[in-house]
């Protein structure tokens, strides 16, 4: 296995860089999610050729959590295994994210977002990882059997000992972000980025989330843009065999592919061909229609989609009408 040199010119491609809220964080507009696809059950060197892909087209910025895999833990050690062989050089040129909330290991310490659960869940990342500290770490949910000073404190100390630069915060109820921010804000170390998911067919954020995000100054990022693959040509007719929802493993259940939602997708895709683009293409620019979106966390089985995710940046905003066509058909859900 040769080692991989990055592209020379990976920085004057299109990627697109803006400030993750007030701070003066950058972040790619795209990023790539390691949820799925980099776990031990998947090749490696399809990993291994889809991070260096990334890489070489401007994706500074990769998302990943203690239990992504599967099985859980294997995509932090996929991704730690690529960065100690190829990215060695290149550490101060990625942003890594890693999260901790959901159940990891047995008993009580292992879920949840106490103060033991969090700081055992980011030492254990730090090792699958081999990295010296994350950039941006997460408390994965809201944790309604922890009192939230003690999450919040959890990850202020975390930013303290040197282990994360800075903090966030993900899937949240609104008025339990609005506290959280607060607090985060009274420990000196300010949420960052709050991350939830964000697509045509999920939707909720608009109501309140992106007013807060606006008000505390932290950056929006949008999970599951494409609803997992729903919004691509994947799953217009059929199942593919080879697709997230056909996988034993996958999040994505066949039975959320219901005739209704085809016909929906299917007139989507008519917009989208009628003015030239893919339906991941309209899906993913219509997410960035909205100012408050700091970057889109794609996923991805294979470089193929990469580089169809990609070719947005190279392409014009919707137009006026083109969001209204899209607003008639999403009144149908
Ligand atoms: N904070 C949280 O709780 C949370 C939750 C979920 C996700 N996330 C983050 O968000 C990231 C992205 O989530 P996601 O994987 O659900 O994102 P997504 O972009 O909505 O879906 C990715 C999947 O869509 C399919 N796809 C992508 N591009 C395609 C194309 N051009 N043509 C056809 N199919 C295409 C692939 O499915 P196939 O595998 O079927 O090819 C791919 O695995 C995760 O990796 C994770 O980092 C965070």
Redesign the pocket.
């Known amino acids: 296995m040769n080692t991989y040199v990055p592209s020379e010119n990976r920085y004057e491609q299109s990627m697109q860089f803006t400030n993750c809220g007030n701070s003066g964080l950058q972040l790619p507009v795209v990023s790539l999610?390691?949820?799925?696809?980099f776990g031990e059950v998947d090749t490696f060197a399809n990993c291994r050729e889809m991070l260096t892909y990334a890489f070489d087209h401007g994706i500074t910025h990769f998302?990943?959590?203690n239990n992504y895999g599967p099985p859980p833990g294997s995509a932090e050690q996929t991704f730690g295994k690529i960065l100690r062989k190829d990215f060695a050089g290149y550490r101060d040129e990625m942003i890594i994210s890693s999260?901790a909330g959901h159940r990891m290991w047995p008993g009580p310490y292992g879920d949840g977002c106490s103060r033991k659960s969090m700081m055992a869940s980011i030492d254990q990342s730090l090792r699958r990882t081999g990295l010296e500290y994350f950039d941006i770490f997460y408390s994965?949910?809201y944790d309604s059997t922890t009192p939230i000073e003690e999450t919040m404190r959890a990850l202020a100390d975390i930013v303290r000992q040197g282990k994360a630069l800075y903090v966030g915060l993900?899937?949240y109820p609104i008025e339990e972000a609005c506290k959280a921010m607060q607090l985060l804000k009274e420990e000196g170390v300010p949420c960052l980025i709050y991350?939830d998911?964000y697509?045509m067919l999920m939707r909720d954020v608009e109501k309140q989330h992106f007013d807060l995000v606006q008000e505390s100054g932290a950056g929006f990022i949008a999970?599951?843009?494409?609803?997992?693959?729903l919004l691509?040509?994947?799953y217009l007719k059929n199942i593919p065999t080879?697709?997230?929802?056909a996988k034993p493993h996958g999040f994505l259940q066949e039975s959320a592919i219901t005739p209704h939602l085809q016909d929906v997708l299917n007139e989507l895709n008519n917009i989208a061909q009628s003015i030239g683009k893919?339906l991941?293409e309209l899906a993913l620019l219509w997410i960035l229609r909205k100012p408050e979106v700091t970057s889109v966390?794609?996923?991805?089985?294979?470089v193929e989609?990469l580089k169809?995710?990609l070719s947005i940046l190279d392409e014009t905003p919707l137009s006026e009408r083109e969001l209204e066509l899209i607003e008639e058909v999403l009144a149908k859900i």
């Open positions: 999610g390691l949820w799925h696809n998302d990943l959590a999260k994965h949910r993900s899937k991350q998911r697509n999970f599951s843009p494409l609803a997992q693959g691509t040509n994947k080879d697709s997230r929802a893919t991941a966390i794609i996923g991805s089985s294979s989609q169809t995710n």
